[in-house]
């Protein structure tokens, strides 16, 4: 089951907006990370966020982290046609003591030039 | 290039057969996570390996089985597939095993069986 649920499911968005997606968890977490996956190719890793932060950001990323509701965003700033892709958040299982990492649903995001 | 790698690329194969995916992890790490992806359930994790022995267990079928071998390497083994096994499946790589550790993911290999 995914313990994630992204919010859209696609966006479609000019370039030089911003996008903003939503992620939702069900457990409580000790972090949680934000992760890119180009059409059909392997995940890239963006950001991580403490259960302790509310924001942080990289570069024209900015995620916020709401624990108390469970949820995070990532907001993509001035977006670029290459920024067209799937983007997954994941949340570590605490109870076990690997690191195993539980993926949303996904937001596809396609960046109109 | 996340410095993991996967073989082979694509991977066609008939009903009832056998194949081995293999992974190479990243240099210096330690733990070998196995995702499969799929349209309808999504990313899903399978298993993790850490230094040779498995640490973590998610939905994976019992025709399929893993291993970390010495050198690091890890290989995934999928036995009496089926046509709903057709999947990407990704290997990723992290330097530790707790739930900090960013993962390095392969570019995948995309199994279709026919």
């Known amino acids: 089951s995914q313990q994630g649920e992204e919010d859209p499911q696609a966006l479609s968005i000019q370039e030089g907006e911003n996008a903003t997606m939503n992620c939702s968890y069900k457990?409580?977490?000790?972090?949680l990370q934000w992760y890119r996956q180009n059409s059909g190719r392997g995940l890239v890793h963006l950001i991580l966020?403490?259960?302790?932060?509310r924001e942080k950001h990289s570069g024209r990323l900015r995620v916020t982290l709401d624990t108390s509701k469970k949820s995070s965003s990532l907001l993509i700033t001035a977006s670029r046609a290459a920024d067209t892709a799937s983007y997954f958040c994941a949340t570590p299982d605490g109870k076990s003591s690997g690191d195993k990492l539980t993926f949303g649903t996904g937001t596809r995001l396609a960046v109109r030039p | 290039d996340s410095g993991v790698t996967q073989t082979p690329k694509h991977l066609i194969t008939a009903t009832g057969q056998r194949v081995t995916l293999r992974c190479s992890p990243r240099s210096g790490d330690l733990s070998v996570y196995w995702y499969q992806q799929s349209l309808d359930q999504g990313l899903q994790f399978l298993i993790q390996?850490?230094?040779?022995?498995?640490?973590a267990k998610g939905n994976i079928l019992e025709r399929f089985s893993a291993q970390q071998f010495p050198d690091l390497h890890s290989e995934l083994n999928l036995s009496s597939l089926e046509l709903g096994d057709s999947a990407l499946y990704f290997c990723?790589?992290?330097?530790?095993?707790?739930?900090?550790?960013?993962?390095?993911f392969g570019p995948g290999t995309r199994l279709t069986v026919l």
């Open positions: 990723a790589s992290s330097v530790g095993s707790s739930g900090w550790s960013e993962q390095f």
């Open positions: 390996y850490y230094n040779g022995e498995e640490r």
């Open positions: 966020i403490r259960s302790n932060e």
């Open positions: 457990t409580s977490i000790n972090n």
